[in-house]
């Protein structure tokens, strides 16, 4: 879902209250990831039960390190193409859109519209790699670029561009560094036990999220 770019953190002192992250001017808040991850738990349940399969046990951990990650990447992507006056085609943007609808209409009500919000800011962030890179491409003499070497083209571009921004995050969710968000906790303390170290882990295992309060467990 970069290449390289600028701050890690030690400790919360620098951002906004209530911001999981803050990217130049921009805040994306607590409140923001938790509404992604419960979506996101969700639909990798859905998703499983819809195939036959039994629902995953997940800790919302990984989850709200997976939706500050989706958050994170499109904000950049939003911002790189704001800087060089490159927009999403929104006519591809609704198409994403439609064609997950099958899927998001399976999710809770409530958290459709948090999934759709999502899932634009993502498809938007990624269509604007894309134009950038296959722009950045047709200038070396390579037209027609496929998707995948115009986003790895637009990712190198972006990470020339991190460089001039700050961002910072919340080390509750992990570490930036290099233009790049590291998932896990930036504490320093090291877990010795088994318990701990289990918890460490974005997808710890099924037993042990088995014994997590309902709070910390996707459901």
């Given amino acids: 879902m970069a290449a390289a770019a600028m701050v890690a953190l030690t400790g919360c002192a620098s951002l906004h209250p209530g911001a999981a992250a ?49 958050l994170l990447e499109s904000e950049l992507s939003r911002q790189f193409g704001e800087e060089l006056d490159v927009d999403a085609d929104e006519r591809l943007v609704s198409q994403a859109l439609a064609d997950n609808e099958p899927n998001v ?14 899932l634009t800011k ?10 950038i890179g296959r722009q950045s491409l047709a200038d070396q003499g390579q037209s027609e670029a496929p998707d995948d070497q115009a986003i790895a083209e637009g990712l190198r571009l972006r990470g020339e561009f991190v460089e001039s921004i700050d961002v910072e995050v919340d080390p509750r969710y992990g570490t930036f560094a290099k233009g790049t968000f590291e998932a896990g906790s930036a504490a320093l303390s090291v ?21 997590l309060p309902a709070s910390q467990r996707c459901s």
């Fill in 22 to 70: 803050v990217v130049d001017t921009s805040t994306i808040s607590h409140d923001e990831v938790d509404d992604v991850a419960m979506a996101l738990c969700s639909a990798n349940i859905t998703g499983a039960e819809a195939q036959g399969q039994p629902a995953p046990d997940l800790a919302t951990r990984g989850a709200r390190e997976g939706a500050l990650q989706v």
């Fill in 105 to 118: 209409v399976l999710l809770p009500e409530d958290q459709r519209d948090d999934f759709r919000s999502a």
């Fill in 122 to 131: 993502y498809a938007g962030g990624q269509l604007i790699l894309i134009e």
């Fill in 191 to 211: 877990p010795a036990s088994d318990a701990g170290r289990a918890s460490a882990k974005a997808s710890p295992g099924p037993d042990f999220v088995a014994g």
